[in-house]
Each structure stands twice: as C-alpha cells, then as structure tokens.
C-alpha cells in the first residue's frame, strides 16, 4: 500500500476526549496476565523468610529440617547465596543497601530478608519457609519517631532537593506580625498497598537474565539487576505488562533480587511472590512526621514569615527524605521564609515515595495553619490564599509556567456553594451530627523525565508505538494511545502501544506523576517524524517503517520554571458527638492540570488521590509495636483503607490551564488529587467542632477525646 493512503485522514482529535482503557476488556475477563500468574514451564515458587527480631545478627539458619521437607529445591541466605555488587537506586542518587540480599549477617529491622525457600509449589515452599529456624543474637532497638530525638540531623542537600531554603530575616518579621500562628502537626505512618501485591518471576534464556515484574519502570529494574549482577545491561530484560496499582511501592525490591538469585542457583524459573504482611517491610512505606509550621502576618493575613519544618524517620542503612516542608516554597510567600526537613535514623524500614511524597503529609500542616490564621485574622481561608498569591516563585524568583490556582478556588467555591459559608465553628447540628466545611490547596510539581520511543508504521496501515511505560493502572496506555493517533493523524483504533518491555529502551518511571508527559513526549517527537517521513511518499516494506525518538536534549532545552500542577479542595463533614467519628458528605476538587489527555482516566486520577486523601485523613495508621519493633495488625483488616462505605459523592474537575510555551502541555495527575485533601477534612472537622486536629488520623477517640467547643 502506499504512504498517503495512510496518513491522508484529518487530523484526529483524540486527545482530550473520553476513551475507556484499550486493555480493559482483557483485565475485566482475566485474559490480562498479571506478574504472578504468567505460566513458565519448569517454574519453582520462592517464599522468602523475614527477620523476627528488629536489630542484631543471624547467628545460624539452620537448613537442613526444611531442605528434607517435600518439594524443597534450595534455601538460600546469607552463609551460601552469591555475592553482589550494590546496585543503584537511581532517583535517590545513591545505592540501597536492601536491595543486596543475603549479604551479611546483620538485621538492621523487623521483617528484613534473611532468607528464601524454594520448593516445586508454592505451598510447599510456604510450608517450609514457616517451619524454618532462624537463631539470632538480638540487640536492643529503638523504633520510637518523635520529635527532639537526639539522632536528628539535618541531611545533605542533592541537585535535586534542597534540604533547606531560607529567604530574609525570620525573627525580625514574626517581631512585626501583628498575628502569629505557631502549631505542631503530625501524620502516622502510611502505606503504600497496591491492590495487586509485589510479584517477580525470574530466568535465564539464551544468557539474559529475564524478569516478569509488576513495577513502574521496567528498565530502572533491568539497570539495578544488571549493577547488582554485574552484568551488561543488555543481558538483562524485565517486562511488566499489567501492574494492579504501585504509588511509589514498586521499584526494584528484594524480591526481584531474591528471584534472580534462586533461577541463577536452580538454572529454572523462580517465582516469588509477597504476601500482604511482608508488603509492611519489603517495598517501603510513607515515614511518620512530625512538623512545625510558624506563620506571622499582617492583621489582613498578608504573610511576613514563613517557617515551616518536618521531620521524618529513615533506616539505619539508607536515607530517605519525606520532603514535607518544600511544598511552601512554591505556594506562598512572605518576606522572611524558611523550610527545612531533617531526619531521625531508627531501627526500621526505609520509607520511599508514596504517592504525593512530601506534599501529602507537607500540605496538611501548611494548609491547615493557613485555615488556623484565616479565623485568627478573621479572613476567608480562600481571601487568605488570594492574598498571598506570589508572582514569582517564593523561593527561586523563576516564573511559573502557569499557575491557575485561583481559578479553581473560583470555580470550586462557585461549584461547592463557598459563598454562603458562615465562618463560624460549631454552629451547624443535624441530629446528633455537627456540620462543617472546609477548603485547602494542592500543588504538585510537573516533572519530566529522559524517554525514548520507537513509532512503527506497519505494512498493513496499523502503527506500533513501543516505549517502556509502566500503565500501573492509571490508564497510561490508553493516553499514549491517544497521544500517538492525534500526532499520526490517524484513529485511535490504528494504534497499538506496547509497554513495560526493557528492551524498549530507556524511559522515565511511572512516577512523580511524570510518566504521561514524559512518554507522550517521546512518542509525539517520533510520531511526527514518522508522519514526515510518509508524506514523502513511497511503499511501507514488510518490516515496517520505524522512527525513534529521545527526548533528552529537549528536556535539556526547557527553560527553567516553577511548573506546579495546582488545584483547589473542599469538603464537607458530619461528625458525630456521641462517637466522634468523622463522615464525609462531599468532596470537591478542581484542578488545573494542563492539557487532560483522557478525561475519563484522568477524573478517576483525581478522584483517587481525594479519595486518598480522605483515608489518610481518617483512616491510615501503621502501628509500630515498641517492644517487637514490628507492626501491629499487619494487614488490611488491622491497617484500614478507606473502602467504599466510607466514600462519600467525590467530585473532580479541572479549569483550562494550557501553557504555549511547553512542548507537551501535559502535567501529570496522579498525585496532586491527595495533596490538601486531608487539610481541607481537618479543617472541616474544625469548622463542624471548633476543635482543631493536628494528628492524623481523626480518629473517633481522638475527637471524643478533645470533645467540641460547644462543651
Ligand atoms: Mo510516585 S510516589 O512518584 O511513584
């Protein structure tokens, strides 16, 4: 056939219009296979064994009851598994100790990997992995996160993160403020728990190592097992075809590792699978932290000083920092203005990303005291905002590339009925329930990351595009999909968009909500080149006609910017006074997002993050035992996640936020949806109670304890 036929058809317009997900129908019928159930010939199940105690040393592990019992193929630890490089854990700059499985004899915290049990089946080998004696040598731990430990410190700062910006003189403008807001703030430890638990399954064939994973970077995995292997990264392939939700919990984990380890011993594929339970200490979590946020203003809310400080836990073996105090540097400004975020080494997991790190727990504390000086200043929470409005960044000085954060506070106030709010607390009864509203910003940064794509025209007048992204269930396929066809000029129909294949090449992770407007990027570069390419005419060949992109030099090219998506919460709330619990009755959120691809997808984005929101407000609290220094109720009965009887009418929606100047347009919005969800709750609940929480979860104790300000 020849070129013009295929290009010939007007310009489509598929993005920005409502598609359903083009894998749907395989995940709704089961013909999408998820990583644990892909079937391999010869495949052996891995159950791994996790530490007990919460410090120490294994003094012996001791093989030989479990390696007798039926089925068991090898039981490997830390006296007989192969050595290992450190590998690279890209985004943080540095490489993660726990990723080197079976290295050394130490524990630094409960439920670290001491071992893996390999058997025919996976019962056996659950079996076996159960009956396993581990004896250690247990030193005294410390897991106990507050505030004033004496193991703080202040992290160094990286290319990528500032640990602390300070601008002006924040003593002499508190001296001037004619009010002063000084609160303390704290939020539990979170976590992440995708629906579809952590599974790898890994081989050797034809000399590549391969891993089928669920993750949300295929090739970020396939360049942590090759540093940790030491081999060519070409010989290493990992694909990801389906991921039932990751929220920052699915990076390169143990359990790759521990696969890999085991196919390489056994020269068979090994599976391995995490339960529920293990998912607390394997894959990450959200720290706990414990902030302080000073406001001093002007009495009309206009702020002089801005102080707002975090602390969050990390492991004794790896630094992570819950970035909670940076989201002021883009939101507000005020003369003096100082955020800074330390960290406390302890006796536990290393948190990672959860979804909106840094500004989810950040933006309860920051949105919370400005809803804490409104009534003190007698000011609208949304007056105060607009008040302090920067032109600028607060902190860079850099321009924003757009920023429409009163027009959602606009368009919600109009839509959520703000105007005829009484200001007042405690003043609403329905029943036994008391009533409130309340409201609070979002923001989240708009990343990007380097990407390539590859865009085929095949013979047959279809085009296959090719880019390893990870669709972690957010509808990433589909938007390229859509992406692709406007860029070629054709329906989405005549597109298909391959994903999760390392071999793809590079690309950004589905992460930092970046992955759309990375990957989109990369594909309309190569998408429209193609559509040069057979304009100039000529016949397609059998193989195709394939076009590469990257985009690193364009993302080079792009000139520096504060780019934030931003959006506008408000919620409603009942709170019962007989029992304190908390229910909502609404939630509102708009959001300026840049260019939507998929409407559909991006509003079920959206209203996931509130929806996060509400149960981090409410809901979400990892216990630590002090004594065990391991979890209590390790499991979704024992950590409860907001479920659909605590789900009330939750509305998204977005105002125009089109931006010239970007190449893609495209924002990302997997995380801005939960930033300031809690906040606009809490203040809700101190709207309905006159009763400020600064402690998440709101729990029914909590507000029976602090009872209402009606007495
Ligand atoms: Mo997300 S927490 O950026 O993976």
């Known amino acids: 056939m020849t070129v013009t036929t295929t290009t010939s058809t007007a310009a489509s ?27 391999l010939a010869g495949l052996a199940h891995g159950w791994l064994v996790v530490s007990t105690i919460a410090r120490g040393r294994i003094r012996a592990v001791d093989t030989a009851a479990a390696l007798a019992m039926p089925g068991v193929l090898t039981v490997l630890h830390h006296g007989n598994a192969q ?48 009956s396993l004696v581990v004896e250690y040598d247990e030193e005294p731990h410390d897991v106990a996160f507050g505030v004033g430990h004496p193991g703080t410190y202040l992290p160094e700062s990286n290319p990528r993160f500032a640990t602390e910006a300070t601008k002006g003189d924040l003593a002499n403008e508190f001296a001037a403020s004619a009010v002063v807001l000084d609160a303390e703030y704290s939020t539990p430890e979170e976590h992440h728990h995708p629906m579809e638990p952590h599974a790898a399954t890994a081989h050797w064939a034809n000399g590549r190592l391969e891993v089928i994973d669920s993750n949300q970077g295929s090739m970020f995995v396939a360049r942590e097992l090759a540093l940790l292997f030491s081999l060519d990264p070409a010989a290493v392939r990992v694909r990801s075809e389906h991921v039932g939700g990751a929220f920052g919990a699915k990076g390169c984990r143990p359990h790759q590792v521990a696969a890999a380890l085991a196919a390489t011993v056994l020269h ?23 902030q302080r946020v000073r406001l001093g203003a002007d009495p009309d809310g206009r702020l002089r000083a801005l102080h707002h400080e975090g602390l969050n836990q990390t492991s004794t073996v790896h630094e992570f920092v819950e970035r909670s105090a940076d989201v002021a540097r883009a939101m507000y400004d005020a003369d003096a203005h100082h955020t800074v975020s330390r960290v406390v080494r302890l006796d536990v997991p290393t948190p990672t990303w959860m979804r909106a790190p840094g500004e989810a727990p950040g933006s309860f504390a920051l949105e919370c005291a400005l809803d804490e000086l409104a009534e003190k200043c007698g000011v609208d929470p949304i007056a105060l905002r607009a008040r302090n409005e920067p032109e600028v960044g607060p902190i860079s000085g850099l321009p924003f590339s757009s920023r429409r954060l009163l027009a959602c506070f606009d368009e919600g106030a109009r839509r959520f009925g703000w105007a005829d709010r009484d200001p007042r607390p405690g003043v609403r009864r329905d029943g036994r ?29 279809t085009f296959t595009v090719r880019i390893t992204a990870a669709d972690v269930g957010t509808g990433a396929r589909t938007a390229l999909t859509l992406v692709a066809a406007d860029a070629l000029g054709v329906a989405p129909e005549r597109v298909v968009v391959r994903i999760g294949d390392s071999d793809f090449g590079p690309a950004m992770i589905a992460g930092g909500s970046a992955g759309t407007r990375s990957w989109s990027w990369a594909v309309e570069l190569a998408a429209r080149d193609l559509r040069a390419q057979l304009a100039l005419g000529g016949s397609i060949p059998p193989q195709g006609i394939t076009v590469r992109s990257d985009t690193t030099e364009a993302l080079g090219a792009l000139p520096p910017r504060e780019r934030h998506a931003f959006g506008a919460q408000f919620a409603e709330v009942a709170v019962d006074v007989a029992t304190g619990e908390v229910r909502v009755r609404r939630m509102l959120g708009i959001f300026a997002a840049g260019r939507i691809v998929n409407p559909l997808t991006a509003r079920s984005q959206l209203v996931g993050g509130m929806i996060w929101g509400l149960s981090m407000a409410l809901h979400e609290e990892a216990a630590r035992d002090a004594a065990f220094g391991s979890h209590v109720g390790a499991d979704l009965a024992g950590y409860h996640v907001a479920a659909n009887a605590d789900i009330p009418l939750v509305e998204a929606d977005w105002v125009d936020d089109p931006d010239e100047q970007d190449p893609v347009g495209v924002k990302g919005i997997g995380e801005v949806g939960i930033v300031g969800a809690a906040a606009a709750l809490a203040n809700a609940v101190w709207h309905a109670t006159g009763v400020r929480h600064r402690q998440l979860p709101i729990r029914p104790d909590r507000v029976l304890t602090a009872g209402t300000a009606l007495g």
Not at 113 to 118: F, I
Not at 268 to 290: D, I
């Open 268 to 290: 068979r594929p090994v599976r391995v699978v995490l339960t529920r339970r293990q998912m607390f200490s394997l894959v990450g979590y959200r720290s706990p932290t414990a």
């Open 83 to 130: 050595p290992l490089e450190s590998g690279y854990d890209g985004p943080m700059g540095t490489p993660d100790p726990a990723l080197q499985v079976f290295q050394h004899d130490r524990v630094p915290y409960a439920g670290w990997p001491v071992a893996l049990v390999v058997a025919e089946t996976s019962e056996q080998a659950r079996e076996a992995a159960e």
């Open 433 to 461: 329930w008391l009533l409130g509203t309340g409201t609070a910003a979002a923001s989240f940064p708009t990343l990007a990351g380097p990407s390539t794509a590859a865009v085929t025209a095949e013979a047959d007048g």
């Open 13 to 39: 317009a598929a993005v920005g219009t409502s598609h359903t997900r083009v894998e749907g129908r395989d995940k709704v019928t089961g013909a999408a296979r998820y990583a644990g159930e892909v079937p």
